[in-house]
Nanobody
Framework: QVQLVESGGGLVQAGGSLRLSCAAS????????MGWFRQAPGKEREFVAA????????YYADSVEGRFTISRDNAKNTVYLQMNSLKPEDTAVYYC????????????????????WGRGTQVTVSS
């Protein structure tokens, strides 16, 4: 089992950048594929990015492709989401998720493909 804690959210102006971190507990972090999702007010939670166990393969939603970068440091049990060129529509609570079942994969974009979730961190982009 793994516990996830997100950090790094905050208020930023449009065009700015933020880096989110997700710290995971446990000694088997490298066995998990990881993902980031987000939920804007009044909307359903949506997929943002995913990364496989080694960090060698990544997958992005079309809406963030080219602006966001997911990465991981298995020595630190941490996954990151670097967000550049932020837009007001990126405003949401961002959630980190982990899957052991699909650990070798990197294209899992559905909520039910992940077994573990963090509590989220708020990102607000002002215009």
């Amino acid at each position: 089992q793994v516990q996830l804690v997100e950090s790094g959210g905050g208020l930023v102006q449009a065009g700015g950048s933020l880096r989110l971190s997700c710290a995971a507990s446990g000694r088997t972090f490298r066995s998990y594929a990881m993902g980031w999702f987000r939920q804007a007010p009044g909307k359903e939670r949506e997929f943002v990015a995913a990364i496989n166990w080694s960090g060698g393969r990544t997958y992005y939603a079309d809406s963030v492709e080219g602006r966001f970068t997911i990465s991981r440091d298995n020595a630190k049990n941490t996954v990151y989401l670097q967000m550049n060129s932020l837009k007001p529509e990126d405003t949401a609570v961002y959630y980190c998720a982990a899957t052991l079942k699909y650990g070798r994969s990197f294209r899992q974009s559905k909520e039910d493909e992940y077994e573990y979730w963090g509590r989220g961190t708020q990102v607000t982009v002002s215009s």
